[in-house]
């Protein structure tokens, strides 16, 4: 639960360090060395002139006290989920070194384990992809990593979930999931393209519904158009409101657990409608975009666990 707890925080830092500009920050991975902070004037320069020869510095040009604001916000990302690596390694050698855990859940534990360390890797990818030729990381990278996290969570939550099938029976809430899952890594490509700005109205899109620019791109251009993306995040978004109102009400029905949680899943459906107008109109304020996200991720999270629980309630036949 710590770790679950810590790692839903981390995808917080992750959108601040997106908005702050502070992801190109630090030019080298180092995943061992790298988790001990600069100390002294002669490291902040050194780290400093590497970070002076990317795209990003000539287009911001931050001095070296306001680099060391953008450092600070990737260097805890950084060094959280190295921290969240050890939390679950050690005591994982240990725990099977003296076979306490049992084989199963032992390897659940591993497959989160190595999945970190995967994401680390996908990290630094991610932000090599702004070191060359570009003063942005690639906003399909970022969708990905962000991907990554929320499937790590998955894992972690329905471990620590009292309520967890041995066998998976899919069923509508599944559909749900996915649905949403899909929403929040097209919401992700929105970010990496910078596209919340383009239309500050809501519900509509600068007073019309289907603007003439969203579908004026051509052939691999659609990938990065910001237009398509935002349009196509707002849209699904719309559908998937629509979809968890409907789907959801057998589980309203159900009572118990399922009630429960499907009123959870429905407040987490009205805050991410009023997070998302209010990021849109605000132009992307900082602290509203960083509650987007976490929201989003929590909906996630929430259908995951309402879909757990309505598999229970229907038994092993369901």
Excluded: K
């Amino acid at each position: 639960m710590g770790v679950a707890t810590a790692m839903f925080v981390l995808v917080g830092i992750g959108a601040w360090v997106r908005l702050a500009d502070a992801g190109l920050s630090m030019v080298r991975w180092e995943p061992v060395l790298g988790i001990l902070p600069p100390i002294g004037h002669e490291t902040w320069q050194r780290m400093y002139d590497g970070y002076t020869h990317t795209p990003q510095y000539a287009v911001l040009r931050p001095s070296l006290d306001e680099f060391r604001s953008l450092f600070w916000p990737e260097y805890v990302h950084r060094a959280l989920g190295r921290l969240l690596f050890l939390a679950l390694a050690v005591p994982l050698l240990f725990a099977r070194v003296r076979e306490s855990l049992g084989t199963p859940r032992t390897r659940r534990i591993f497959h989160v384990v190595a999945g970190i360390v995967f994401q680390g890797a996908v990290g630094w990818v991610m932000v090599a992809t702004g070191l060359r030729d570009r003063p942005m990381v690639h906003p399909w990278m970022l969708a990905f990593h962000l991907s990554v996290a929320t499937v790590l969570l998955l894992l972690l939550t329905a471990e620590i979930d009292p309520v967890r099938g041995r066998a998976f029976a899919p069923n509508r809430i599944h559909a749900l999931l996915v649905a949403a899952f899909a929403t929040l890594v097209l919401g992700a490509l929105v970010a990496g393209l910078r596209a919340g700005i383009l239309y500050p109205t809501f519900p509509d899109f600068r007073e019309r519904w289907l603007p003439d620019e969203v579908f004026a791109c051509r052939g691999s251009g659609c990938f990065v158009d910001g237009a398509l993306a935002h349009w196509t995040h707002r849209m699904a978004a719309y559908v998937l409101a629509l979809a968890v109102g409907v789907v959801l009400v057998p589980s309203l029905r159900a009572g118990g657990a399922c009630r429960a949680w499907a009123l959870r899943a429905y407040a987490h459906l009205g805050l991410q409608i009023l997070l998302g107008a209010l990021v849109v109109l605000s132009r992307v304020a900082l602290p509203l975009a960083i509650a987007h996200q976490l929201n989003a991720v929590a909906l996630v999270l929430t259908l995951a666990a309402l879909a757990r629980r309505r598999r229970e309630a229907r038994g092993p036949g369901a």
